[in-house]
Structure formats: C-alpha cells, structure tokens
C-alpha cells in the first residue's frame, strides 16, 4: 500500500469514527486496513471531510447551541488519542449533561439515539482495539457511581450500558485472560439487566448459571423468546438449566445426548426437584387463591 492509500483510509476511518456511523466504519475495515489495527492516534488538523462551524446564538435551538463549542474545543483536545479513547469518554458523558451530548457538527447524542456510540466501539473492539478499553472500563465505576449536580437534580452514568459493553469487550482478550476479566467484571457488576444474560449465554456460556445465581432472572420466558429461532442456542439454554438443577448428574453441557429442544425441556420439566417444587408451590396458590375469593 502507498502513502497515499493509507491517508485515505485514515481520512475515511476517522470520518466514520466522527460521524458515530458503525456500519460505514465496519465496512471499511473489511474491505481491508493498509496501517494494520485501529489505533494510531487522531491528529488535528485532521484532512477527514467532517464539516463543522462554531456555533453562535440562533444558529441553532438551544439545546445544541449550549454544547457545539464546546463539544469543538473537546474534539481540539483529541489529538493523540485513539478512537477508543475519544469514544469511551463520550459514552461516560451523555449521561452528565441536561441537553444529551453535542458533536461539533451540531447532532446531539442522547438518551435516544447514544446507541451509535455504543455500537462504534464495539465495532473498534472486534476488531484488534487496544485492551486500554478495559481498563478504561474498569476505573469507569468510581466514575459512574457518582453523582453531579445540574439544576440541583442528580444525574447518573448508564451502567448498565458499560456491563454489556464490558461483557464484548472481554471476547477480544485471550482465554486465560478472559477467565480473569470475567471475575473482575462479577466484582464490578451491580447493575444487570436483561441483555446481560443474552450476552452471557452467547459470548461466555460457562458463566452464564453463575450470573443466573449471582444476579436471580425472576422468569426465563423472555429469554426463551429472545432465542427461540436459534435452536442451537435454546439447546444450550435449557442444558445450562439441567446443569445447574441436577450438577451431579450433568456437569457440563456437554454431558448430553444430541437431543430435541423438546425433549431437553421435558427432562427439566420432569426432574424431580422440579416436579417437587410445583407440588409445593400447588396448595399455597390453591390457598391463595380461597383467601382472594373472601
């Protein structure tokens, strides 16, 4: 690759990175990268085809007016970072202003439509991003966990966005590493909601009943919808279950026959445990039930 081939990659990379637009930006590393990974450093001036202008009163609604000039000065101060390093921070902050974020091009990034950062990095991690990601992540918490004071009301950081993040993240890291990650992220974690434990059972499926104990799923149904075109996986979802029914009888999901998702269900479904605990659970809804009726 020439000289010339490697600024014009570099000038599309950073264009997409700017723009917050992952599909463009996944698409231009796929056609191939001539630097080889993904983080050199953002220089200013940066010749990327990203147009912006300072805004002045009544360019703008004023919601993106109070952040535009300050959202350029934020983008001078970006030379000699990563794309990482220029997205993290951003995420961290949709949540700590009123008005959501502002690029220098005037869109403003919100709890609507911050997605588009979320997916950026992810789409940087996948492929080869630096591992400062994590440890980014990891000082991240003292960050999240505090509070700020804007019109004496108090704003907090997604967590929950950063435990998914977090979870992507880890896959990029070698196995011995990764079984490392994962502890450190169980210690961090006190946030967790649903697509936590889609992405367990996808991306780390040997944690996934250890999050199920840590973190108790009240009803598994809307994970069973989420994955019920996948038969793989609702295979693998109801053998996790047997695991962690019956351990001594199944310690791993590979201590299975290769069986239907309908037989798999009828063997959970049928354990006694299970049968027992329906027994149980029959005479006080029963009763329950008398008592609603009086």
């Known amino acids: 690759m020439s000289y010339s ?5 570099k000038s599309r990379f950073w264009k997409h990175v700017w723009e917050l637009d992952p599909e463009s930006l996944s ?23 990203y147009d912006f202008i300072p805004a002045y009163e009544g360019m703008y609604d004023e919601k993106t007016h109070c952040g535009q000039n300050v959202a350029i000065d934020d983008y001078l101060e970006c030379h000699d970072k990563t794309a990482v390093e220029i997205l993290w921070p951003m995420l961290l902050r949709i949540d700590t202003f009123i ?5 220098p091009s005037g869109a403003r990034i919100d709890h609507d439509n911050y997605t588009a950062v979320t997916e950026t990095l992810v789409v940087l991690w996948r492929n080869g991003a630096n591992d400062k990601s994590w440890d980014n992540y990891r000082k991240s918490w003292n960050y999240c966990l ?23 993240n880890i896959m990029g890291h070698p196995d011995t590493e990764q079984e490392l990650l994962i502890e450190e992220w169980f210690k961090l974690s006190c946030s967790v909601g649903p697509v936590h434990y889609k992405l367990m059972l996808l991306l780390h499926p040997r944690h996934f009943n250890r999050l199920l ?60 445990l299970i049968v027992a605990l329906e027994q149980d659970e029959a005479p006080a809804k029963k009763k329950q039930k008398v008592i609603q009726l009086h």
């Open 5 to 9: 081939d490697i600024q014009t990659f």
């Open 27 to 49: 698409d231009l590393l796929k056609e191939g990268n001539p630097v080889g990974h993904v983080n050199f450093k953002f220089r200013v001036p940066s010749n990327h085809v």
């Open 99 to 103: 008005h959501g974020l502002v690029l």
């Open 146 to 168: 505090k509070s700020w004071k804007w019109n004496d009301e108090k704003v907090f950081v997604n967590v929950k966005e950063l435990c998914g993040l977090a979870l992507i």
């Open 213 to 272: 104990n840590t973190f108790p799923l009240k009803n598994m149904d809307d994970l069973f919808d989420w994955c019920i075109s996948d038969v793989d996986i609702t295979k693998k979802l109801w053998k996790l279950r047997l695991v962690n029914l019956d351990g001594n009888k199944w310690p791993t999901i590979n201590d299975f026959d290769d069986i239907s998702v309908e037989e798999l269900k009828a063997m959970y479904e049928g354990h006694p």
